[in-house]
T-cell receptor, first 115, second 109 residues
């Protein structure tokens, strides 16, 4: 079945450690996105990528890094520079372009807890 | 992108229509209105979107006022599984989706 897969679903890390969250899609979508969600809040955009080997900062990119070496994959690294990394992280994908519908397909999320 | 205003919470009786309002008074002519919902601890799910005309699909109907400054999402026969946070978003074609805090809809038996 086509879809978007995030892993791991739950992740614990110690302060000062980098951690990488995986996001894979087989929908042949051009664009991929990473959002962060804190309890009781909406989603905030971290990074997005419209095309392979290119990505743009979102509203809260500090302390995060991404890569887009393949169309299907958009991993997010939460670095030790991120001061409050405990959150629910959501990956999404969509077609891209001026006339694209903009319908985003989301993964099930990864919940990161820093101990 | 224009901002949206939604009530923080709403209740609806099971089997009745749920009407979720959204104000977007600063919307520009090329911005679409999108609705998503998020069930607790899951990824958001696309519901519907529109530009000027009212839209209907198997999940919901979207009513956009003639001046496009507000819209209403209608779930015609709400079920307990429709309990979720509903996000109204305006977006220019090809632009980013920016999620606000949404409306928490509670469907009660």
């Amino acid at each position: 079945d086509g879809g978007i897969t995030q892993s791991p679903k739950y992740l614990f890390r110690k302060e000062g450690q980098n951690v990488t969250l995986s996001c894979e899609q087989n929908l042949n979508h051009d664009a991929m996105y990473w959002y962060r969600q804190d309890p009781g809040q909406g989603l905030r955009l971290i990074y997005y990528s419209q095309i392979v080997n290119d990505f743009q900062k979102g509203d809260i990119a500090e302390g995060y890094s991404v890569s887009r070496e393949k169309k299907e994959s958009f991993p997010l690294t939460v670095t030790s520079a991120q001061k409050n990394p405990t959150a629910f992280y959501l990956c999404a994908s969509s077609y891209w372009g001026v006339h694209a519908a903009g319908e985003l397909f989301f993964g099930e999320g990864s919940r990161l807890t820093v101990l | 992108d224009a901002k949206t205003t939604q009530p923080p919470s709403m209740d609806c009786a099971e089997g009745r229509a749920a009407n979720l309002p959204c104000n977007h008074s600063t919307i520009s002519g090329n911005e679409y209105v999108y609705w998503y919902r998020q069930i607790h601890s899951q990824g958001p799910q696309y519901i519907i979107h529109g530009l000027k005309n009212n839209e209907t699909n198997e999940m919901a109907s979207l009513i956009i006022t003639e001046d496009r400054k507000s819209s209403t999402l209608i779930l015609p026969h709400a079920t307990l599984r429709d309990t979720a946070v509903y996000y109204c978003i305006v977006r220019v074609a090809g632009g980013k989706l920016i999620f606000g805090q949404g409306t928490e809809l509670s469907v009660k038996p």
